[in-house]
């Protein structure tokens, strides 16, 4: 097996390149064949991907979702694996594999080389690769504001950001289709989960399996602003939305459309907003060494 390391210099703070280089004897000790590349540019990571899947077994993504995402996009396709080194601020894909979160190198190192695959699902909007969640509304707008908080890390930033959010974000109206059936709803926001975590601990779709060839919609009415806080406070605790808070839909495919100005995330990355959704699941899964849960 070949395997390559690509290394998000930009990840938490430049987090991710200095854990990668403290431990690069561990790293070619373990992996006798190996290529370690550091990533200066976030957006060269695709294309980066894209180029060692065609000659590497084993593509390893080091950094947070953003760049697990990234690399996926990059590989998905290919005949390569994708390895994970979780050293983001939330780690929301690494979770949603069964890895468990700042543990040493050595750990994750053995999860890749004992190869117990996981086929999972590659959900995408308009045409888009996302792999965890994408948030519409006031979850894409508490991103938004993380985004610009620098000085502040994981959950910490996305709990300012959704007190933020919550004094300033407004309901939207979404309609379309969902599996054929009309969909009409305002709302606060709307989510597509393929995993069950999001912003490194709120349980956004506590029953979102990521290798089910489904999807969930989760959808937060237009209630009044002071259960809006209510709900934001469970999440901040860990706890999932009551169902007298929430409803999910599971599903296939869904056409969504927003007149409303909104923001929106893919797996914590800022996205680009449209009037028009539409989302589903590639034919193709992700192939990816993690720990299956059912052992």
Known sequence: MTYTLIVNCKSNSSRAENFIRLSE???????SDCEIK???????LLKEASLSAQSSSVIIACGGDGTAQSIARGIHGSNALMGLIPVGSGNDFAKSIGLKTKQPVEYYLDVILKQQVISVDVPVINDQIFINTTGIGFDGLTNYYASGFKS?????KYTFAGLKAFLNAKPICVSGTIDGSSFDRKVW???VANGAVEGGKYLISPNSVNSDKLLELVIVPAYNRLKLGLAFILLSLGRAIPDTFSEVITFNRASLKIA?????HLDGEVG???SDYEIKLKSESLNVPGIKTDE
């Open 25 to 31: 004897d561990i790293i070619r000790k373990k992996l």
């Open 38 to 44: 550091y990533i200066s540019s976030p957006d060269q």
């Open 152 to 156: 502040l890390k994981g959950t910490m």
């Open 189 to 191: 926001l709307i989510a």
């Open 260 to 264: 409303d100005s909104h923001f929106i």
């Open 272 to 274: 680009e907003s449209s």
